[in-house]
């Protein structure tokens, strides 16, 4: 079968450290400002009574990708293998794509004029490496793989885990531990478990276009976000 | 293994040179960076697979290129040539340097004596250089001193006086326990990789409980089974709260108790005096809680105490008597002689700035008054001589020091009390701080020495379990040189200077790192040495790590248990021999209560509530995770050399103080807004951040900014002025140093906060 890539994030076993934004920061010669990976945290409750989600988030490698809607240029690329890859050299700097994404995947880079997004390392990847945010990871919470194959690390572990495809994206999501029991396969039969990923890696107001399913999932969350209150937390 | 199809490496490089991760011997874990290298360009940098990080690192491993290709590293040798302090510096060769340093030297020892002239070394910056300074010291006669300001002492001394010695356990030895106490540390986040496969595999994979134990929230709350929160300095009242209950329902282990303790009655007289309900006015924490843990641990077998230093930072006794109490639970339940139980400290005990220093077999060249004690083999904590050369460092008694060298630690940023250190060293003739940035204490110094990253020499590095020594990857860069050959080179101009009749190299042997590292390795003084087989060349080829040669490195070695033999008794280090309970030799050597009681921190709402009124905040310190742990790679700014790091992280971003939101607003103070924290002793300006991790009884405020000082580097920060963190704690006189284990305190005193 085709190579279909796909990037897993496991909640329950990332604190939050952020090695995997400094990695890609790295990686890319980013300058100051733009961060094509980024935690996002998000605590809900009152001392002592805290619950804590952390996620590291990037591209989630779209299915029908907004950026690409939108990007008047034709920089934007859905490869066969499922990445979505921005040309920095047919970018205009217009920044429609950093508008249309909900998940704030690309950023515009002050320094170049360009807008920049991951690439899940694509050069890495060609030479038989795993993306650098991958690597740097000390918990494993970070991984990334083909999903049609069997055996690689990924499929294992979503096997095992039960991680969740977050739909319209190439993206598998492990929620924090307790939590795991909400979790089960079909994609809208449980809007409890949807709100855990979507209220994280959506950053505030914005709405998923594209993809009808998920925009059902966005409203879920966005009432499951009321309900619970909470704040992103961006310093610890 | 990184090699591709065609033969080439990745990024161009020609080699990948495994060196050990950039902290030296700080983060006490066994980490490998691959650093990719072309020519003498570094080209890629990340984890190893080889190391105990298992490819990864931390944020601020990651960053480690950016420490290495600073444009703020201190380059070459430097004379003051303005007021001090004010920034004006001038480029000097290294034999100018070392001439001057030496003249000084010579002429402190033929004046008022070698004891003025003192060596002051953190964690040392590339691992090899703690027992070298020592060495240095007791040629020459110097005053020696770590840190001074050593941050563990409390909890190794209160562990000590009731069994005799402490412990950390191995990454596997959590895989036995069943409960997993997490007391004051925040391992998830401080120490990645025994988190990984020791702690939390034991919670997903073998079902262990974690119960967390701390004043704030931390990383490692939001993974826990259960979270108590505590006031910080009662950690030894919540233990006789537990004691009560344990006590009280019948679930000590008699026999264990009658066996293996000592002063069981007196001890269970004074826990009567601490039920739950009573211990929760005192410590905070939910009677409830206390009860449920108490029963956890007393019926969960096998648990672990795994102790941090969060229960030693307190000032006056409070500060060692939480570990001591912490310790007589295990003597309550017989939790110990088997793995995955005990007692375990949060640090790795065998990193080498903890260790001695190789024998010296000479007479010090030179005479002067008895100089402090260096730390003497067969004593596992350091007695007194910080808190005595603090004396002399800070109040210049009996005498004041000449010359003081400042080796690898930004002294004016990490210690207590640093407005009155920096007065007192204003007042030192002639300071040489050797670092790789100019730091706090660097803005004061006379000369500055520029010492190479862990990349440019071979670094020893050895741990509990872990023995790894790794070869530079590129040459020093600049004019940069190892700490080690800075001694090296300094004693050589010393014996040349004082006419000593013998070769230098009688003194001081070692030109070539590898050379000192294989004397390290052989040496039976130091413990992560003693394994004269191995050598250099041998370990560099093994950066998986070599299991250490002594009995607790081996897999399986129980603490306390006599061999190892489960059949055989156990054995404690005590004067009794047992566990105690009631330690005699506390009240008779040192006037300290022999048992384990609990003392208010010297400041509190209730040993102070005069004081508590007007300043009703309990003030309390963090490290800022990774990045922010200690004092290194820190630049003039009293910030971080990482650009990433300070964009990562708003707390590294500039000082912040984080208050729970409902009483910040209560004070009237907005996210973002410019603050106060103003204690007896001071007050700094910080950043308000809310965060509910925190109790509203508690300030978080900054701990690793030095003085703020945009006067060297052109400030690429723009940051407000403000003093470093430590000028508003509790240290201002000298009876706040405990003498006894020579600990200074970081947290648990009152203060206000305010709008600036």
Redo the contacts between chains.
Sequence with gaps: MAVKYAFLVDS??C?????C???C??ENKLP?GP?WRRLRSR?T????D???V?ASISCNHCEDPACMRVCPAGAYTKRPDGLVIHDAEKCIGCRYCVMACPYGAPQFNEETGRVGKCRACLE?LQ???EP?CV??????ALDFGDINDPNSNISQRIKKSGAMPVPGTSLFYIP??GRAGELLPGEFQEPAAMHWWLNIIRPGGKIVFGAAAAAVAASLAMGAIKKEGG?D???? | KEQVATGTLPYGADRIVKCRCGCGDVCGVHHIADVYVKDQQIVWYGGAKEGWNKGGLCPRGASGLQIIYSPDRLKYPMKRVGERGSGKWERISWEEALDIISDKIVAAIKGPGPHTVAVCQGHNMTSTTGAVRARLAAIYGFDSFEGPHPCWNNLRFGAWATLGDYNHLKEEDFHYSKLIVIWGHNPAIAMPTEWRDGMYRAKQEFGAKIVVIDPRFTETAEKADMYIPIRPGTDAALALGLANVIINEGLYDREFVEKYTVGFEEYKELAQKYPPEEVEKITWAPADKIRELARMYATIKPAVLEVGRGVNYTADNSGWLGPRGITCLIGLTGQVGVRGAGYSVEASLTTPSNSGFIDFPFASLTKGAPTLVPRTKGVKYAAGSAARAIERLYYRKPYGYEVLLVFGTNILAKSPATNVLKEAMMQIPFIVVEDRFINTTGNIADILLPTSTWVEQAILYAEYSHLVCTPPAIKPMFESKPSFLIYAELSDKLCQKLRISQPPETYFPWRKDEDLINALLASKDLPMGGYPALNYQYVIKHPEGIRGARPYNQEGYVWFRQDGDPNKPLVFPTPSGKIELKAQQLEDKWGLPALPVHEEPFESPFSTPDVFKEYPLIGHSRVHRHWGFLQYNLISDGGYASPFIREAFPTAKEPTLELNPAKARELGLKEGDLAWVESRYGKIKARVIFSERIPPELVVTPYHWGNIQNVITPPRWSLFEGAGYNTVGPYGTPSRFIDVSGQSMYAGFLCKVYKA
């Design positions: 329950s076993r604190t939050g450290c952020r090695a934004e400094i990695a920061k790295n100051m961060r605590e409750g009152k001392f002592p805290l619950k804590v952390n890495r030479q038989g490496l650098a690597r740097i990871c000390m918990y494993d924090p531990d704040k937390n961006e310093h610890r």
